[in-house]
Protein backbone atom coordinates (compact mmCIF):
# COMPACT_ATOMS: atom_id res chain seq x y z
CA UNK A 1 0.00 0.00 0.00
CA UNK A 2 1.12 3.71 -1.12
CA UNK A 3 0.06 6.98 0.48
CA UNK A 4 0.05 9.30 -2.97
CA UNK A 5 0.89 12.80 -2.06
CA UNK A 6 -2.53 14.07 -2.18
CA UNK A 7 -3.13 11.67 0.47
CA UNK A 8 -5.50 8.58 -1.14
CA UNK A 9 -3.62 5.10 -0.69
CA UNK A 10 -3.08 3.00 -3.76
CA UNK A 11 -2.12 -0.55 -3.63
CA UNK A 12 0.65 -2.06 -5.96
CA UNK A 13 0.73 -5.52 -6.51
CA UNK A 14 4.55 -6.67 -7.04
CA UNK A 15 5.62 -9.82 -8.86
CA UNK A 16 8.73 -11.31 -10.52
CA UNK A 17 8.98 -8.28 -12.99
CA UNK A 18 9.11 -5.65 -10.28
CA UNK A 19 11.96 -3.59 -10.13
CA UNK A 20 13.17 -2.01 -6.70
CA UNK A 21 16.53 0.40 -6.39
CA UNK A 22 17.88 2.79 -4.00
CA UNK A 23 20.85 4.65 -5.03
CA UNK A 24 21.00 3.15 -8.43
CA UNK A 25 21.60 -0.11 -7.34
CA UNK A 26 18.79 -2.83 -7.62
CA UNK A 27 17.26 -4.79 -4.69
CA UNK A 28 14.72 -7.04 -3.93
CA UNK A 29 11.64 -6.40 -2.97
CA UNK A 30 12.10 -7.60 0.20
CA UNK A 31 14.41 -4.95 1.15
CA UNK A 32 11.42 -2.71 0.78
CA UNK A 33 10.23 -1.75 4.27
CA UNK A 34 7.01 0.10 5.88
CA UNK A 35 7.08 3.56 6.52
CA UNK A 36 10.28 4.33 3.61
CA UNK A 37 9.62 7.02 0.70
CA UNK A 38 9.46 5.77 -2.53
CA UNK A 39 8.60 6.74 -6.07
CA UNK A 40 6.74 4.08 -8.01
CA UNK A 41 5.45 3.45 -11.84
CA UNK A 42 2.78 0.75 -12.56
CA UNK A 43 0.00 0.33 -14.38
CA UNK A 44 -3.35 -1.24 -14.65
CA UNK A 45 -7.19 -0.07 -15.63
CA UNK A 46 -8.19 1.39 -12.64
CA UNK A 47 -6.45 2.84 -9.09
CA UNK A 48 -8.07 -0.71 -7.49
CA UNK A 49 -6.20 -2.61 -10.48
CA UNK A 50 -2.35 -1.91 -10.39
CA UNK A 51 1.04 -3.47 -10.98
CA UNK A 52 4.16 -2.06 -10.05
CA UNK A 53 7.26 -2.70 -12.88
CA UNK A 54 9.34 0.10 -11.41
CA UNK A 55 9.81 1.19 -7.47
CA UNK A 56 12.87 3.63 -6.31
CA UNK A 57 13.26 3.51 -2.61
CA UNK A 58 14.04 7.44 -1.80
CA UNK A 59 17.31 8.02 -0.15
CA UNK A 60 16.71 8.75 3.51
CA UNK A 61 16.39 12.57 3.95
CA UNK A 62 16.03 13.37 0.46
CA UNK A 63 12.21 12.63 0.72
CA UNK A 64 10.69 12.59 -2.76
Not at 13 to 18: G, I, L, P, R, S
Given at each position: E????????????????????????????????????????G??????????????????????
Open positions: IKMKDGQSVVLEMDANTRVALAGKRLGVSDLKVGQSVKALFGDSLKDLIAFDVVINEPGKGG
